[in-house]
């Protein structure tokens, strides 16, 4: 394993020489050397791949492998053309690209051999005089002065001379190059020196507007297509075809031969960067280790990192810049949580678990901003119901042959609208649902915790939609509302053994009801609180199971061990049961972790929530309807649970 020294940021910076390839893409780099070394010239070579896949740190390789050290096998000249992209004078950039490739062969030869090539050297900026007109003197004698400063007076005599001179084509100016390139190199020959080529690295030409890519693309050709001269140029098929719209028209079948005939005749190698075949794995590793998101026991986990590369994969995938971005994102969320605790002088440290969850919502956030934005609008994805599908204007299909539940159907819904998502629905649900696994391993529901999580994530998310005007409310107004129209629908709704309903004690930070005079915990509560923007009704109550002696034991050792587990199964899958009876309401806590010990006692505090929007909607029939019949229902639950004979097996 690299020792790293830990960093909180990762540079997104190209490989530079012989850095360290954490991808393992050695023997694509191994073989395209090989070519290169033995490959008859002229040719041109396309790194193709997208923006990010890794081109220019493979190009640095390259550049490093054949064209630097004592035994180098070519010259290696490199051009951004970015930089060039970026001049204000957009006219002469073609001409200030040529220009620039010419300057460092003559640099080159300058070089090697001082006192060779003066009277070659004028040649060719005089043949160059009629073709560049666009570039000002000062470039132009800029240039010129880096390879030699007797040439830049020669270039005020010969180049921007007032006396009339023939024109020159690009052909005069390819055969002066072509005559200096052939001696140096016949030279480099006859003086035992190893460089037989000259090898241009064109980087960039992806990020310029395609047209000009292209227009590149042909001046090179024509110019620089000569012995002895080797391309290598970051480019992608897809900017070409960009760029040959004006030319051909949209691509289609009839005319995408055309298209092709182009790129072949400039390309005469087309390299793919290999990134299905990347070790991400090992290259996530170091990365989450440089910013101490992962321990070294976390990160030789086997199960941890086939995760979290899966996550990646059904993500931002192999891109090695959406990695870096990713991991950036993290590092920062570690960060905020430690600050967080140190103020709050409280001690937190992320779970694996935790740390597989933000991870997980960190990928959709990089790779699918807007279904992170969808659960940023309402975490509880569990409980989703068609009130919130409409909302979203998202209309859910009767021909469920998917077999979906509520929440999948709406994602899956929500990514056919827009056109990146549609190849991705399938992966985002199942990195949902495999969220949901993770969180009930820690016996919690993943609508439990999603709000928190999204929360610290929100810093770093891009999202351009109007931010939703921050919701505040008295809660003992609201509660005292939610009474007034409780207590005589419930009242209405009564069953037996339910004898009547009540307030209990004062409403201060909830409503408690009870249900009978005598017995003790049969009671139901409400508390509203505003989390994530949106307003949480909980709704539940802690009822007693049996008394304990050793309050030393946790809840769930002792029900093993008094042979109750298949009894506690059965109470959870009523709990879920009745949840699932009612659209609008949800289970907000498992069994499992609903169960504590209370005053000597064996306990449940089971929790159930409906999430609004304003109180509007939390005041409305429907919702007033279906909490009484669920109160009554719960209750019905409750007395049946206080009957179990929980005496030990």
């Not at 140029?233 to 075809?241: E, F, P, S």
């Not at 279904?371 to 119901?385: A, C």
């Not at 009130?387 to 021909?399: L, M, T, V």
């Not at 505040?472 to 005292?480: A, C, G, Q, S, W």
């Amino acid at each position: 394993m690299i020792n790293y020294e830990f960093t909180t940021g990762i540079l997104d910076i190209p490989l530079q020489d012989n850095e360290n390839d954490m991808l393992q893409i050695l023997s694509f780099e191994t073989a395209l050397n090989e070519f290169i070394r033995k490959t008859l010239t002229p040719i041109s070579i396309a790194l193709q791949g997208e923006w990010g896949s890794g081109k220019t740190s493979f190009m640095n390789r390259l550049n490093f492998d054949i064209c630097k050290g004592n035994n180098a096998a070519s010259y290696g000249i490199w051009l951004n053309t970015w930089h060039y992209a970026l001049s204000k004078n957009k006219d002469s950039i073609l001409e200030e690209i040529i220009l620039a490739l010419i300057n460092d062969v003559l640099t080159i030869s300058k070089k090697e051999y001082p006192d060779k090539f003066k009277n070659l050297a004028k040649d060719i900026y005089k043949v160059g005089k009629s073709i560049f007109k666009g570039i000002s003197k000062i470039a132009v004698k800029t240039a010129v002065s880096q390879v030699n400063s007797d040439l830049a007076d020669a270039v005020d005599e010969t180049v921007f001379t007032e006396k009339s001179e023939a024109a020159y084509s690009l052909n005069d100016l390819k055969d002066k190059l072509t005559e200096l390139i052939n001696q140096l190199i016949l030279r480099n020959i006859e003086n035992g020196k190893p460089q037989k080529s000259i090898i241009f690295f064109i980087d960039d030409l992806d990020r310029i507007e395609p047209s000009l890519a292209v227009n590149i693309l042909e001046l090179l050709k024509n110019i620089f297509d000569i012995k002895h001269c080797i391309f290598i140029l970051a480019i992608d098929y897809d900017v070409v075809v960009k760029g040959l719209k004006n030319k051909f028209g949209e691509l289609n079948e009839q005319n995408e031969r055309e298209f092709r005939s182009f790129f072949d005749k400039i390309i005469q190698l087309p390299f793919q960067m290999p990134v299905s075949s990347y070790n991400i794995e090992e290259y996530i590793e170091e990365l989450l280790l440089s910013v101490e998101y992962l321990t070294e026991d976390e990160a030789q986990n086997s199960s941890v990192m086939q995760t979290l590369v899966r996550f990646t994969n059904l993500t931002v995938g192999t891109n090695p810049r959406s990695i870096k971005r990713l991991i950036n994102s993290l590092s920062f969320v570690n960060l905020l949580i430690r600050s967080k605790s140190k103020l709050e002088k409280k001690e937190f440290r992320l779970t694996q678990d935790y740390k597989q969850i933000i991870f997980a919502l960190t990928s959709l956030q990089t790779a699918f901003p807007d279904v992170f934005n969808l659960l940023t609008e309402n975490p509880n994805i569990e409980n989703w119901n068609h009130d919130f599908a409409k909302r979203i204007n998202i209309e859910i299909s009767k021909d469920n042959t998917q077999n979906f539940t509520l929440w999948e159907n709406i994602i899956y819904s929500f990514c056919n609208k827009k056109e990146y998502l549609k190849r991705n629905g399938y992966n985002i649900i199942s990195i949902v649902k495999e969220m949901q696994i993770i969180a009930e391993n820690n016996y919690r529901k993943l609508h439990e915790i999603l709000p928190e999580t999204i929360e610290l994530l929100s810093v770093t998310n891009v999202k351009s939609e109007k931010i939703k005007p921050k919701l505040e409310i008295n809660e003992i107004r609201v509660l005292y509302a939610l009474n007034q129209r409780l207590i005589p629908t419930i009242n209405q709704k009564l069953r037996e053994p339910l004898k009547f309903v009540e307030r209990k004690g004062r409403m201060i930070a909830k409503i408690t009801y009870k249900f009978d005079k005598e017995k003790k915990n049969n009671t139901i509560s409400l508390a509203v609180s505003i989390k994530h923007n949106n307003i949480y009704l909980q709704i539940g109550g802690i009822v007693e199971l049996f008394a304990v002696s050793d309050v030393a034991k946790d809840a769930w050792t002792i029900i093993e061990q008094i042979g109750k587990t298949e009894v506690l199964n059965q109470i959870s899958a009523d709990f879920i049961s009745l949840a699932e009876k009612y659209e609008q309401i949800n289970l907000a806590n498992t069994s499992r972790k609903a169960l504590l010990i209370r005053k000597g006692h064996i306990a449940l505090e089971q929790k159930f929530q409906i999430v609004a929007e304003n109180t509007e909607y939390l005041y409305s029939e429907t919702i007033i309807d279906e909490l009484s019949n669920f109160i009554v229902d719960y209750m019905l639950l409750i007395y049946k649970i206080k009957e179990i004979n929980w005496d030990p097996k």
